[in-house]
């Protein structure tokens, strides 16, 4: 009884979970088409899977070499990290993409913003034009009345005003074509010796 040297290269996703995703599904279009008993040869058949971080190889040759050597056939598959070209974007596609993050974040945490704004105020209570209550501002955490519901009670229109600034930008910047070109970055690799 032998083993079969095997390799599966994930997508360019560095996210380890999305690349266990993967590699699982990988494993059982193994299965179907090489089938699962234990001696099928096959990477379908790997328990489970090894991730080695501490270490990024030159090279996919390398990587590749290195799981070969230490990979016994009884072991979980083994997934390494390798230096390689990716796909990224030009200096300024790079530019935009991270203006982008930063205002959706901005976006994500508008109502929260203001709300800390709201409770910084000097008046101790804030009222409600709707149902006219009247809140403690120490006690307000979010923009809608407590009391009547009323979705962005406490929005004012200089606020709504910056929302929708806000997403008209994000919108402008991302209709911007984005120009990609390979850049220096790093893969990952999976491989194992199988019994067959
Ligand atoms: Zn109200």
């Not at 999305?18 to 193994?30: G, L, M, T, V």
């Not at 070499?65 to 030009?90: E, F, M, Q, R």
């Not at 930008?169 to 070109?181: F, R």
Request: hydrophobic share 30%.
């Amino acid at each position: 009884m032998g083993s079969q040297f095997n390799t599966y290269e994930p997508g360019e996703d560095t996210d380890i979970e999305q690349i266990k995703i993967e590699f699982a599904a990988h494993q059982e279009d193994c299965c179907y088409e090489g089938g699962r008993d234990a001696y099928a040869g096959h990477l379908g058949i790997k328990n489970g899977l090894r991730v080695r971080k501490d270490k990024i190889f030159e090279d996919l040759d390398a990587a590749v070499d290195w799981i070969d050597l230490h990979n016994c056939k009884w072991d979980a598959a083994d997934c390494v990290p390798y230096k390689s070209k990716v796909t990224g974007y030009d200096a300024a596609s790079r530019k935009i993409v991270n203006q982008i993050a930063r205002l959706k974040k901005e976006l994500d945490e508008f109502d929260a913003t203001i709300v800390k704004e709201l409770k910084k105020a000097k008046s101790k209570t804030i009222g409600c034009k709707r149902c006219g209550s009247s809140i403690n501002r120490k006690y307000l955490d979010a923009l809608h009345c407590p009391i009547c519901n009323k979705m962005d009670a406490f929005c004012t229109s200089t606020n709504k005003k910056r929302f929708e600034r806000l997403k008209a930008k994000i919108q402008t910047l991302k209709d911007k074509p984005l120009v990609e070109k390979k850049v220096n970055g790093v893969r990952y690799v999976i491989g194992g010796n199988c019994s067959c």
